[in-house]
Structure formats: structure tokens, C-alpha cells
């Protein structure tokens, strides 16, 4: 499930975009989409400071209801930013923006396989897709900085590691699957305001589903993860696990829907939105 | 649309629930369910403490996506806490509880128009709807309570007063209507305590919308409002206002769905869910 990209097939450039450019904080979220459209193709964990980024999941409109009772059946990882009308490429959060080509990479899923994962998805858009975008702990990520939390991939200028958990989420009509979790390494002094800043963001996630024993949540092997990176963490580091964004993907992988189109784990759309917008205290 | 109900037909008590028995804010939610299902039908303000109330839609499945949506669209007024299967009556928020029966005072809507006011709903119930509970902002009014912020609907035994505002809610397919608001008013020393404790519940409307001049959300005398009760003020007192799961019977006022079951303004559903779990910081 974790694929490595051919880094020399056309103009896709599938490096962190923290290290294609190390202006890229600073990017506005106009010029990050504008930088991805023109090809750039890697995880956007670090891109445009206190700016909103979300993962995206369009399926046909007759999958739109279980997908959202789903999200709002699991709003930890699932919590809802926008959902677009059926066959429209646009959203509230991010004016001028073009959900078909704005992602760095997307995911094109037939019967619950994975098929393709392109860098512009205009090829495959469909007039009865329905996307949701949905909320992502990049987000909040400005806010652990913030507060001296070490965000160990983006110093180390990699994806965020993913697991698939054996923890069910609540199923949705047709719509069934694990939750996905990030994993961050916190040094243990950190641990409070990491807590304590996230849960600040419900929108994005929220709080950790769990700090420690990954065992309890399934995951065997921390150096494995199913999607993203390994990351490497200092010994006294306590691995904390928020809820993740990819979680539709594996819902998707598990139930099976004819055709389904989402983002390629941890590359991201950048919304105009400000995290701010999204903290509640 | 404010009707006065006739106390001596049958069994039905509409006095607020805390002037029948002044224990009524030390019920357990199960109490308060059973003493509602035998007959009482009033406001619900201060009743079970700690414990979560929601408000109910219910519509046919039809029509069940274009609701999803406009509660996804619009989160502050329409924070969703459960949606059941078509059909069900039942909710994973309580126990034991019948959504049919368990409700103070219900309004049945034919074509947008209001076509009764039962206390229970059998009769009218159909195989094809889906319920949806939406967060209530009397769940905060325990917190704001704790922080010495007064209640003056509640000291006074009265349902908080509720008012159609001229804000349009962001229109989902079918739906689309008015943001209705609930108005408690503070004195100014209060002031930064109640925005504090409501922003903390987002997923029972969050904080204030507006604070001060009525004028602002179009509404013309507080002193009538459209639904519940006019409330008694001190001349210093801030008229502060929060989104209300009361908007979705507006929408559907607005929006003339064939059939839809809600509650009655104020009488609200008592899960067990501890307002404790709605709290984000």
C-alpha cells in the first residue's frame, strides 16, 4: 500500500515540498496550488504556515450519503470541512482552486482497488462525483510548533507516518472500515501541550486517540508504516496517535464502492482557510 | 407559531419541567425519559444536570442526504450528535430510548406546514425516516452555570426564548432556510465567562453568534419572540445569542419537505451522553 513513485516519469516531483523549496512555509496557499499544479507532487506537511489543509474523498452522488453519515458517525477522523455539489471542482475554502488538479497526488479507486494515482484526476472526473474535503493534523501542527512541540518528519523533511489500526469505526450504511491514525514522536515534556493543543482543534482531529503501546492499536512494527514514512525519534519520545484523514481511503478499500477518488496519503490540498478559523479555545 | 397548548387536554403537563418537581435537575436522564413518556410535555431547560439534550429531526429517506448536508453546511446551528438507520426509533446516546414517545412535545410538518403537536409520535411514524439529534445548548448551560453565569430563563422557570433571524444558512440541495437563534441575556461582568465556557461545547452550537443589538440578526423585539418565552432582564444585561437547533425547523418551514417530524421548541430529547464528552477544552 505504500508505493514507491517514479521520481523520473514526466514532471512530477514527488519530494516533501519542504525540501524542493525551503521557502515553501511561507508559501501563500495561491502559490502552493499553484506550484503543485505545475507539478509538484510530494506530502505538503510544512507548506503555508496557519493555513488549512485537508484530504479529499469524491465518490458518485449515490455514495455521498454513506460517506457522509460516515464521516458523521466518525468525526475524529472524518470531520467534514466542505462537500461540494455533485460534479463541481470548487469549494468555499479555497477561492479559484481546482480540486481535479490542485492535489499534488491523487489515489483512483474501482471496487475498493487502487487503479491509478495521477497528479491531475480531469481524465477521470466524473459529472455525478460528490467531494468531501476533510479535515487534517498538518493543521495544527503550526500550533505544536508553536508551543516547542518537535514535529520529528517535518524536521527530518518527511511524509508523517500512517497506520491502519484494528480499532472499527462505526459503520455507515454501505460504508464499513479501521481507523487510520498519524503517529508523532513527542518527548515526554512536550506530551501536555501536545494534548493540550490539539485538542483545541476538533475540526482537524482533535486530540490523540492514544499515546504509547502502539500494540494496543494493532500496529506491530512503528519503522512500518502503511502509508507515509518511518520517522526517527529519540528514545525517551512517546509515540502519540491522532485520529487520520486517510481513514475514507481504507473505508474505501474495505467496502468496496465502484469508483471512488481520493488524495495520495499526506499530499494534500492547501485551502485558503486559516487554522485559526478552526480553533475552538 | 408560538402556540399556547391547551393544559387540561388529557394527560399532558406543558409547564417547564423544573416548576413540576423541583427535583427535576437532579433526574437521572432514564427519570426524566420515563416522566416525559407519562405525560410531561414542557421545556426541558435544567433538567437531568450533566446530561446531554438534543434536538430531533426526522425525515424521510428521501430527503435524509439534503439534511445531512445542510447540518455538514451549517455546524453551528446543526451540530449532529446521532443519525439513525431509516426506520429506527432507537439511539446509540440513550439507552432504552424510544425517539417516538421519549420527547416532551413533537410537531409533525406536511409540505412545511405544521399539521400537529402530539407528545407522542407512533402514529405518525413511517418505516422510511431517518432521525437526526442535534446539539442543544442547554448541555452548556451547566457549564456556564458552574461559572457563575446566570440563567435568567431558568431562574425565572421559563423556556429560553428563540428567535428567526435574517441570516440566511448556507442551502443544501432541497434545503434551505433562516439561522434561528436562542438568547440568554448576561450581565456585562459575565460577559467573557459565557463566550469562554459555550466556545469549549462546539458541538452544542459553540459560542455566541452575536452579542448586543438585536437589530443586527433582523430581530425587531425581543420581547416577542418566535418561539419559547419572553425573559425578564436586568437593564445592564447583554442580550447574547446562540445558534439554536431550532433551525432546521425553519428550513424545513422554508424548504416544504413532503413530511418531517421534529421537536417542539424547548422540549427537548435527554440522552445519557455526559455533556462532559461534548467539551474540547
Given amino acids: 500500500m505504500n508505493p514507491t513513485y517514479d521520481r523520473t516519469a514526466g514532471a512530477a516531483d514527488d519530494r516533501p515540498l519542504v525540501l524542493v523549496d525551503e521557502h515553501a512555509h511561507a508559501w501563500s496557499p495561491e502559490t502552493a496550488r499553484t506550484r503543485i499544479r505545475e507539478g509538484l507532487a510530494g506530502p505538503t506537511a510544512g507548506v503555508a504556515a496557519g493555513r488549512t489543509q485537508a484530504n479529499l474523498i469524491a465518490v458518485p452522488a449515490d455514495w455521498a450519503y454513506d460517506v457522509l453519515l460516515f464521516c458523521t458517525r466518525n468525526p475524529q477522523p472524518c470531520p467534514v470541512l466542505d462537500v461540494t455539489d455533485a460534479g463541481s471542482w470548487t469549494t468555499v475554502l479555497a477561492e479559484g482552486a481546482d480540486l481535479r488538479t490542485d492535489l499534488p497526488r491523487y489515489r483512483v479507486w474501482r471496487d475498493g482497488e487502487l487503479v491509478d494515482e495521477p497528479t491531475d484526476v480531469r481524465a477521470y472526473w466524473?459529472?455525478?462525483?460528490?467531494?468531501?474535503?476533510?479535515?487534517?493534523?498538518?493543521?495544527?501542527?503550526?500550533?505544536?510548533?508553536?508551543?516547542?512541540?518537535?514535529?520529528?518528519?517535518?524536521?527530518?523533511?518527511?511524509?508523517?507516518?500512517?497506520?491502519?489500526?484494528?480499532?472499527?469505526?462505526?459503520?455507515?450504511?454501505?460504508?464499513?472500515?479501521?481507523?487510520?491514525?498519524?503517529?508523532?514522536?513527542?518527548?515526554?515534556?512536550?506530551?501536555?501541550?501536545?494534548?493540550?493543543?490539539?485538542?483545541?482543534?476538533?475540526?482537524?482531529?482533535?486530540?490523540?486517540?492514544?499515546?504509547?503501546?502502539?500494540?494496543?492499536?494493532?500496529?506491530?512494527?512503528?519503522?512500518?508504516?502503511?502509508?507515509?514514512?518511518?520517522?526517527?525519534?529519540?528514545?525517551?519520545?512517546?509515540?502519540v496517535f491522532w485520529a487520520c484523514g486517510v481513514t475514507p481511503q481504507a473505508a474505501v478499500a474495505a467496502s468496496r464502492p465502484p469508483f471512488a477518488i481520493t488524495h495520495a496519503p499526506g499530499r494534500m490540498f492547501l485551502t485558503d482557510a486559516l487554522d485559526e478559523q478552526y480553533r475552538v479555545a
Fill in 126 to 239: 466524473r459529472e455525478d462525483l460528490v467531494s468531501f474535503l476533510i479535515g487534517c493534523s498538518f493543521t495544527f501542527e503550526w500550533a505544536l510548533a508553536r508551543a516547542g512541540v518537535p514535529i520529528r518528519h517535518v524536521e527530518q523533511g518527511r511524509n508523517v507516518p500512517m497506520y491502519v489500526t484494528t480499532r472499527p469505526c462505526r459503520p455507515a450504511g454501505r460504508l464499513r472500515g479501521p481507523l487510520v491514525v498519524s503517529m508523532r514522536p513527542v518527548p515526554p515534556e512536550h506530551l501536555a501541550a501536545a494534548v493540550r493543543e490539539t485538542r483545541r482543534f476538533p475540526a482537524v482531529h482533535g486530540g490523540p486517540v492514544h499515546c504509547g503501546d502502539p500494540s494496543v492499536l494493532g500496529i506491530g512494527d512503528l519503522g512500518r508504516p502503511d502509508f507515509g514514512d518511518p520517522v526517527e525519534y529519540s528514545p525517551d519520545d512517546i509515540p
